[in-house]
Structure formats: structure tokens, C-alpha cells
């Protein structure tokens, strides 16, 4: 019987097997992220569609400010948009930001996606102005921003960190989202989604029992 963990050679290496296996599990993991992703956006992307062919405005059904009637646009503003510009600004960022997050599993998306959501959105029925209804996806946007960033330092993955590192570069500017700096814009759909994907990030952390020592 040998004494080297399964997958390790005498030197210490991973063996060719476990290489294979662990890149055939990235590439599998890839190919879902980009699927579960494409299938959010373009879920969005029809529901435009159906807005603008259809008589009445999905958009009614956003967040209203400290109005009970408002609470269930917490769920639905992330899938409306004023617009098809509106649309189109949120539709890359969150297609690369969510790809990014959905990297670790659907079930860690999907529960990630449920706490960004409801965080956006509490605090933006809680904070904004009530006479206006809010929608859009980019509590999303900042949120999976948050997730990415943060994830690294919670699970301490050198990918993690390294994709951390990566996206705060490249999208260091929208930081700036979460200040009242331009009129019509919600900055605190902003703020909230960046507080629920940091949050996401802490809840969803590998737990001690799933780090196994080599």
C-alpha cells in the first residue's frame, strides 16, 4: 500500500492523472459559468423585448421606495431596464463579471446571486426616493464585483486572488457608481449590490473542513 496521498507522486507532485482530472473539472467548470451566465443576460434580454412589444411597462413592477406595494420589484428590477441602452451598458460587464463568479459552482451562484439581490435591493427600497422606481441590473453588476474581488481574500485560492486582483484593475472605475454623482442613476442600487457581493463572498467562504492539507 502506498503512503502518498492519492494523486501525488513520491516527489510530492501532483501526478499527470490529477492534472488532467483538475483541468478537465476547470474547462467543465468554464463551459457551465458561460452557459448559466449567456442564460441570465439573454433571460433579460427577452423580457426587454417582451416590454417593448407588448402594451403597459414591465418597469412598473420595479423598486418603490417605502411603498409595501414596491417590495416584490426587489426580485424583478434586476431583470428590467428602461431601455435597450440601459440594457446594453449592464449586458457586458455582467456577462464577464458573472462568469467570473459563476466560476466556483452553480449552487455558490446562485446562492450569491440571491443575497446581492436582496441587499441591493432592500437598500435601495430603504433609501431611495420614493418618487421614483428603480430597475436595472446593475446592483448585479456590482455586486458579482464584489464577490470576485473579495473572494480571493476570504478562500485565499492564489486563482481567486489572482482573478481578484485582475478585475479590480480592469473595472476599478465603477467604484465611482457608489457615489451620487450623476442624476437618474441609482448609486444606492450601486453601493448595495457592492455590500451584497462582498457579503456573498464572507458566507460562501470555504469552510476550514473543505481546505484539505497536502
Given at each position: 500500500?502506498?503512503?502518498?496521498?492519492?494523486?501525488?507522486?513520491p516527489s510530492g507532485r501532483?501526478?499527470?492523472?490529477?492534472?488532467?482530472?483538475?483541468?478537465?473539472?476547470?474547462?467543465?467548470?468554464?463551459?457551465?459559468?458561460?452557459?448559466?451566465?449567456?442564460?441570465?443576460?439573454?433571460s433579460m434580454w427577452a423580457?426587454?423585448?417582451?416590454?417593448?412589444?407588448?402594451?403597459?411597462?414591465?418597469?412598473?413592477?420595479?423598486?418603490?421606495?417605502?411603498?409595501?406595494?414596491?417590495?416584490?420589484?426587489?426580485?424583478?428590477?434586476?431583470?428590467?431596464?428602461?431601455?435597450?441602452?440601459?440594457?446594453?451598458?449592464?449586458?457586458?460587464?455582467?456577462?464577464?463579471?458573472?462568469?467570473?463568479?459563476a466560476l466556483r459552482g452553480?449552487?455558490?451562484?446562485?446562492?450569491?446571486?440571491?443575497?446581492?439581490?436582496?441587499?441591493?435591493?432592500?437598500?435601495?427600497?430603504?433609501?431611495?426616493?420614493?418618487?421614483?422606481?428603480?430597475?436595472?441590473?446593475?446592483?448585479?453588476?456590482?455586486?458579482?464585483?464584489?464577490?470576485?474581488?473579495?473572494?480571493?481574500?476570504?478562500?485565499?485560492?492564489?486563482?481567486?486572488?489572482?482573478?481578484?486582483?485582475?478585475?479590480?484593475?480592469?473595472?476599478?472605475?465603477?467604484?465611482?457608481?457608489?457615489?451620487?454623482?450623476?442624476?437618474?442613476?441609482?448609486?444606492?442600487?450601486?453601493?448595495?449590490?457592492?455590500?451584497?457581493?462582498?457579503?456573498?463572498?464572507?458566507?460562501?467562504?470555504?469552510?476550514?473542513?473543505?481546505?484539505?492539507?497536502?
Open positions: 500500500m502506498s503512503d502518498y496521498p492519492t494523486g501525488i507522486t501532483p501526478s499527470r492523472e490529477r492534472l488532467r482530472r483538475g483541468a478537465s473539472s476547470l474547462v467543465a467548470g468554464a463551459l457551465g459559468a458561460a452557459l448559466l451566465v449567456i442564460l441570465l443576460v439573454g423580457i426587454e423585448i417582451a416590454d417593448y412589444v407588448l402594451p403597459g411597462s414591465f418597469d412598473d413592477n420595479g423598486i418603490r421606495a417605502w411603498n409595501p406595494d414596491g417590495l416584490p420589484g426587489i426580485v424583478f428590477a434586476p431583470f428590467l431596464h428602461a431601455d435597450f441602452g440601459h440594457l446594453m451598458a449592464n449586458s457586458l460587464p455582467l456577462l464577464v463579471l458573472g462568469f467570473l463568479a452553480v449552487g455558490r451562484f446562485l446562492a450569491a446571486s440571491l443575497i446581492i439581490i436582496l441587499v441591493s435591493g432592500v437598500g435601495v427600497w430603504l433609501t431611495s426616493d420614493p418618487r421614483y422606481v428603480t430597475v436595472g441590473a446593475s446592483g448585479l453588476v456590482f455586486g458579482y464585483f464584489g464577490l470576485v474581488v473579495a473572494r480571493g481574500l476570504f478562500d485565499r485560492r492564489l486563482l481567486d486572488i489572482v482573478i481578484g486582483i485582475g478585475v479590480a484593475i480592469a473595472y476599478y472605475s465603477i467604484i465611482w457608481g457608489v457615489l451620487p454623482t450623476e442624476a437618474g442613476v441609482s448609486w444606492q442600487g450601486h453601493l448595495f449590490g457592492l455590500v451584497g457581493g462582498i457579503l456573498a463572498a464572507w458566507v460562501l467562504r470555504r469552510k476550514r473542513s473543505e481546505i484539505a492539507p497536502y
